[in-house]
Every structure is written in C-alpha cells, then in structure tokens.
C-alpha cells in the first residue's frame, strides 16, 4: 500500500512561486509513477504534471514552461516546483501515485494565488 501527504500549498500573489511537496510511504518508491493533479471548485479534477519511475515528464499545456515536476527517490518525495503563478492556478493540489496498476491519492494541499 502506498500513502502519501502533500504540503506546501498557500496563498501567493500573482507572479509568485511555490513548491508543493509529496511525501510518500510504501515499498519500492522508485518504481512509482507519480502525478499532480489540480482541481478548482465546479471543476474536474485535471492532470497538471507527472514524471516517470523512469524520469520522463510530461505537462499540461497551460503550466509548460512555469511547472517543473521532479523526484528525489532518496527522500521518497515527489515536488512541483511553481512559477510565475496565475489566479487561475488556484486550485487544490493533489499528488497521485501509481503502483502494479492501481492509482494512489493524497489528501491535497490548497494553493491560491490572488492579489
């Protein structure tokens, strides 16, 4: 079984930046392939960025470029490092995990990004 916990979410001015952090506990960490999905109220749930147990990335449109998803499988943590962020980034955060085919989600993290 795989549990992770997100943090680092908050409220940030336009242009700002975060890092949203995944922390997560199981077995074999490496081989998980690891997501973050957003969703705002009213909204479905969306995939923002996901990485690989190989490294390979991958980014939604709208975040390219201002998004970088990366891993340190030492700490067993996933992150999303967020730049130049816009009021439409405000969502909650979600980090998901993938493993022998099933997906595993944490609990979310507020982000909100407003003057």
């Known amino acids: 079984q795989v549990q992770l916990v997100e943090s680092g979410g908050g409220l940030v001015e336009p242009g700002g930046s975060l890092r949203l952090s995944c922390a997560a506990s199981g077995t074999a960490f490496s081989i998980y392939a690891m997501a973050w999905y957003r969703q705002a109220p009213g909204d479905e749930r969306e995939l923002v960025a996901s990485?690989?147990?190989?490294?390979?990335?991958n980014y939604a449109d709208s975040v390219k470029g201002r998004f970088t998803i990366f891993r340190d499988n030492a700490k067993f943590t996933v992150y999303l490092q967020m730049n130049s962020l816009k009021p439409e980034d405000t969502a909650v955060y979600y980090c998901k995990a993938n493993y022998i085919f099933r997906n595993y989600w944490g609990q979310g993290t507020q982000v909100t990004v407003s003057s």
């Open positions: 990485i690989s147990s190989g490294g390979s990335t």
